[in-house]
């Protein structure tokens, strides 16, 4: 028995399927892949088989096998659209050696759309075109009543039934893959965004590590300053000299950590553009009296316009605000760098200022004026490990960008850090990775799939109009080639004798009549009791008067000079 729980749920499934209709299970089975492919091969077939009906142009023993191969090749359009485009190739040919039909033609016409659609390669199909036409060639040549015109309507048939359908499906094709190439470099687009933003929140990351570098690193390099010149200090005794030893060890050990933070900050945003930097309002003089109010023996030199009022007569002009934060930013880390690296030497901040240009240069040497004796062996800083680098690899960037040059190298005794930046604002250098930077994938696949759409819009136009002008100049080679076979000699027709047998003068006669299909129009009628009569040019291009030649029994039994009568086709072909 049923649960009373299982109840509810039913009827809940009972009113939704009331709900959705009678019709709610067909159109959930239209929406199936594979039943929307399966009537579209069904639609196909109806349309290929339509003319099988009503068209009586081909034997009816060949119409009635060719339904169920049209319908093969329908559901063969999909997985092999060659093999299926072959098949009314097939029966048109089989029918006749033009392989022009009413019935079959719409099939071909379909099956080549579909061809060029569906295929990915291109050759197979062309190879298949040629091998076509070369199989009509030889038919033409070798089959019993076959003729060179028979050949000229089966390339006419190929290039406009099957070539040209053929050209409109890669067209489509092509177009179909550039609309997924531009919805593709959209869905690019939309992940690039993403990545510019996970860029913006790594860019931040960099300025933050960098002010921290700056401003934390500054003042942790101050402070262990300040804590050794506490531990040499006289006057002292050993318990403020430990504490001041521990502190100054904790100082430094604040500043590594931090540095290896700064580190792991920054490791993510190698080679990003980084924002403009916050402009300070510390001098460079401010920035020397704060350090040499901490214990540090540093002096300030300023030469030219840059001097002091008392030394220049007047009161310099501003600095540019780049400038002026760069030249603070050099300064800072190069006095930061001498006091973790060599701590109690003397640092000697140089200023010049010219009409265009600004340049600064720090340099650290051992103090002379320092007593051997003023330092216990137990309190001398212990010497740090190497940084990183990347604080001048910064100050290069930040110089090179404003158009400068900067410099940082080991001394005879020391270390000097030297910049040199212009006044006047110039254009920004290009970054050395930008010159490497080229067009995306995506937009070099877009730019395929349109070359791919304008190559397939010639195509469409060129490649029938190329073969229309070809078989036109084969089929006027070939006509001005059976005018002139066709040509009756005066004296070979003056030797020809009645009674003769046709075996005898057929050897003697041109290979091709004047018209091979059809009796020449505006002719007299033809002799009484005549089996058979011939035409012929009297010269080329000639089309009257003729030599007419009659047989009968396997005997010429008559021969004429006959002249046309101009009707009114004739005048409607001139």
């Given at each position: 028995m049923n649960s009373p729980a299982r109840v509810p749920r039913r009827l809940d499934r009972l009113r939704k399927a009331g709900r959705k209709g009678p019709g709610a299970g067909v159109r959930a089975t239209l929406r199936r892949p594979g039943a929307r492919a399966a009537l579209h091969d069904a639609a196909l077939w109806l349309l290929m088989a339509w003319p099988l009906a009503t068209v009586h142009d081909v034997p009816l023993l060949l119409r009635v096998p060719a339904a169920p191969l049209l319908a093969l090749a329908a559901?063969?359009?999909?997985?092999?659209?060659?093999?299926?485009?072959?098949?009314?190739?097939?029966?048109?040919?089989?029918?006749?050696?033009?392989?022009?039909?009413?019935?079959?033609?719409?099939?071909?016409?379909a099956l080549s759309f579909l061809l060029g659609r569906r295929a990915e390669h291109v050759r197979p199909s062309i190879v298949a075109a040629a091998v076509l036409c070369a199989a009509g060639l030889v038919s033409a040549l070798t089959l019993p009543g076959g003729d060179l015109w028979d050949w000229f309507t089966l390339v006419t048939t190929v290039v406009f039934a099957a070539v040209l359908p053929w050209l409109l499906g890669r067209f489509r094709r092509q177009q179909y893959?550039?609309?997924?190439?531009?919805?593709?470099?959209?869905?690019?687009?939309?992940?690039?965004?993403?990545?510019?933003?996970?860029?913006?929140?790594?860019?931040?990351?960099?300025?933050?590590?960098?002010?921290?570098?700056?401003?934390?690193?500054?003042?942790?390099?101050?402070?262990?300053?300040?804590?050794?010149?506490?531990?040499?200090?006289?006057?002292?005794?050993?318990?403020?000299?430990?504490?001041?030893a521990e502190l100054r060890q904790a100082a430094a050990d604040a500043t590594e950590r931090l540095h290896r933070i700064i580190g792991l900050l920054r490791q993510d945003t190698t080679g990003l553009p980084q924002d403009a930097p916050e402009i300070t309002s510390e001098t460079v003089p401010e920035l020397v009296g704060r350090t040499a109010a901490s214990g540090v023996d540093i002096v300030l030199h300023r030469h030219g316009t840059d001097a002091p009022p008392e030394a220049s007569g007047g009161r310099s002009a501003p600095l540019p605000p780049m400038v002026d934060r760069a030249v603070h930013r050099v300064v800072q880390e190069a006095v930061t760098n001498a006091t973790k690296h060599a701590p109690g030497s003397r640092i000697a901040v140089e200023?010049?200022?010219?009409?265009?240009?600004?340049?600064?240069?720090?340099?650290?040497?051992?103090?002379?004026?320092?007593?051997?004796?003023?330092?216990?062996?137990?309190?001398?800083?212990?010497?740090?490990?190497?940084?990183?680098?990347?604080?001048?690899?910064?100050?290069?960037?930040?110089?090179?960008?404003?158009?400068?040059?900067?410099?940082?190298?080991?001394?005879?005794?020391?270390?000097?850090?030297?910049?040199?930046?212009?006044l006047t604002p110039g254009p920004l250098p290009r970054a050395p990775s930008d010159a490497l930077i080229g067009p995306s994938r995506s937009q070099?696949?877009?730019?395929?799939?349109?070359?791919?759409?304008?190559?397939?819009?010639?195509?469409?136009?060129?490649?029938?109009?190329?073969?229309?002008?070809?078989?036109?100049?084969?089929?006027?080679?070939?006509?001005?080639?059976?005018?002139?076979?066709?040509?009756?000699?005066?004296?070979?027709?003056?030797?020809?004798?009645?009674?003769?047998?046709?075996?005898?003068?057929?050897?003697?006669?041109?290979?091709?009549?004047?018209?091979?299909?059809?009796?020449?129009?505006?002719?007299?009628?033809?002799?009484?009791?005549?089996?058979?009569?011939?035409?012929?040019?009297?010269?080329?291009?000639?089309?009257?008067?003729?030599?007419?030649?009659?047989?009968?029994?396997?005997?010429?039994?008559?021969?004429?000079?006959?002249?046309?009568?101009?009707?009114?086709?004739?005048?409607?072909?001139?």
């Open positions: 559901a063969l359009s999909r997985r092999a659209p060659l093999a299926a485009a072959a098949v009314p190739a097939a029966l048109s040919l089989a029918a006749t050696p033009e392989l022009f039909t009413s019935t079959f033609c719409p099939a071909l016409v893959e550039l609309q997924s190439a531009g919805w593709e470099l959209a869905a690019r687009m939309e992940r690039e965004q993403q990545l510019v933003a996970e860029r913006t929140r790594l860019r931040e990351r960099s300025r933050i590590a960098g002010d921290m570098h700056d401003s934390l690193g500054h003042d942790l390099s101050l402070i262990a300053v300040r804590a050794a010149g506490l531990q040499v200090s006289r006057g002292v005794d050993e318990d403020a000299r430990a504490s001041a200023l010049r200022r010219d009409d265009d240009c600004l340049s600064v240069r720090v340099r650290d040497s051992p103090a002379a004026d320092t007593p051997p004796d003023a330092v216990p062996p137990d309190a001398v800083p212990p010497v740090p490990e190497s940084g990183s680098g990347t604080g001048l690899i910064s100050l290069d960037e930040r110089v090179r960008q404003l158009g400068g040059t900067f410099r940082a190298r080991p001394t005879r005794d020391g270390f000097e850090v030297a910049a040199r930046l212009p070099e696949e877009l730019a395929q799939a349109r070359r791919r759409v304008h190559r397939g819009v010639v195509n469409v136009l060129w490649i029938p109009a190329a073969a229309t002008a070809a078989l036109a100049v084969l089929m006027y080679g070939f006509q001005i080639y059976t005018s002139h076979e066709s040509v009756l000699s005066r004296g070979t027709y003056d030797k020809l004798r009645v009674g003769t047998a046709e075996t005898s003068v057929t050897p003697r006669l041109p290979g091709y009549q004047y018209d091979e299909e059809t009796r020449p129009s505006g002719v007299p009628p033809d002799p009484a009791d005549t089996d058979e009569c011939r035409f012929y040019r009297t010269a080329t291009f000639a089309d009257s008067p003729l030599y007419r030649l009659c047989f009968r029994d396997g005997r010429l039994s008559a021969k004429d000079r006959v002249t046309r009568e101009r009707t009114a086709r004739d005048r409607d072909d001139r």
